[in-house]
């Protein structure tokens, strides 16, 4: 099936490890050019060429911190120079908190917010205004499962990600004259090298395993983690024409765990 991906170019925000690298070389085997952005730039320049030399396309790492104005700036920057734009843009760079309301200070909670929905709302500020140059384009919020089924332990990421969802539905709208098709996706267990590093951590080299299976048996439905993988292929369908009634909505991922319709 073509998903007439080619030569599209792609800016992923934590396009570098984990999901968003995975979905990096998703779209890099449908023949799209990448901006892989993170703050570590050695991990950036490596996950790049690497893509590249693997899948034949152009791929340029940005290393920047997309939780402040100017580490928006030289994404927006940075993907001008190298491509005069951008066709797709995905906005995955987040990570879990740990805190409760009573403890959590303001600055903490400023940043989450300027890392889940700031970088988000700078980034369509920046990029937008080329794609509807270019005639449409994509934009995709990986939030997650805890935007609308909160963990108890991580009541910053839980409010921040519902955020991003608004900010999605609210931008989609906003767009949807300009053929550019803005949704939500919304993940459950994936397994990502951090969360083997933590799981290490919690239950060492011998337990770390039987740790994330009580994860998984805890979630319910599949019982599993997804891979990257799955995640992405349905990140890279969402970003092609197939979907292309497909605007304004928030998706779920997660094997069945979430407990509601
Ligand atoms: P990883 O920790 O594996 O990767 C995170 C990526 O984001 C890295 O490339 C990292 O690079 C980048 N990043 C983090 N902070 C910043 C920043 N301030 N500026 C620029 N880049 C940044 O995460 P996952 O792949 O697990 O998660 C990706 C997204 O998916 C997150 O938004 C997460 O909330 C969401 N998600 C993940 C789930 C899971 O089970 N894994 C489930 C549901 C949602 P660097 O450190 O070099 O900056």
Not at 148 to 174: C, D, G, H, R
Not at 252 to 257: E, I, N, P, R, Y
Request: proline share 2%; charged share 20%.
């Amino acid at each position: 099936m073509d998903l007439n991906l080619r030569d599209k170019v792609a800016v992923i925000t934590g396009g570098t490890v984990g999901i968003g690298l995975a979905v990096a070389e998703g779209l890099a085997a449908e023949g799209a050019n990448l901006v892989l952005v993170g703050r570590d730039k050695l991990r950036g320049d490596d996950a790049a060429s690497r893509v590249a030399d693997r899948f034949g396309i152009i791929a340029t790492a940005i290393s920047a911190d997309v939780a402040t104005a100017q580490g928006c700036d030289a994404v927006i920057k940075g993907t001008a120079k190298a491509f005069g734009g951008a066709d797709i843009l995905i906005n995955n760079a987040g990570t879990g908190s740990n805190e409760t309301i009573a403890e959590a200070d303001d600055a903490k909670w400023q940043y989450y917010w300027d890392l889940h929905v700031m970088a988000a709302v700078r980034l369509a500020r920046g990029l937008v205004p080329g794609m509807k140059k270019r005639g449409g384009g994509v934009v995709l919020h990986n939030a997650s499962i805890c935007a609308v089924q909160p963990l108890w332990y991580e009541p910053i990421y839980n409010t921040t990600k519902a955020a991003l969802m608004m900010f999605s539905k609210t931008l989609a709208n906003e767009v949807v004259g300009d053929n550019i098709r803005v949704n939500t996706i919304n993940p459950g267990l994936v397994l990502t090298p951090d969360w083997v590093k933590t799981a290490k951590q919690i239950a060492g080299e011998d337990g770390w395993q039987a740790h994330l299976q009580g994860v998984a048996d805890e979630a319910g439905g599949m019982k599993r983690f997804a891979t990257p993988e799955e995640l992405a292929n349905f990140f890279v369908f969402m970003c092609s024409d197939k979907a292309s009634y497909s605007t304004g909505s928030t998706y779920f991922v997660d094997g069945g765990w979430l407990k509601t319709v």
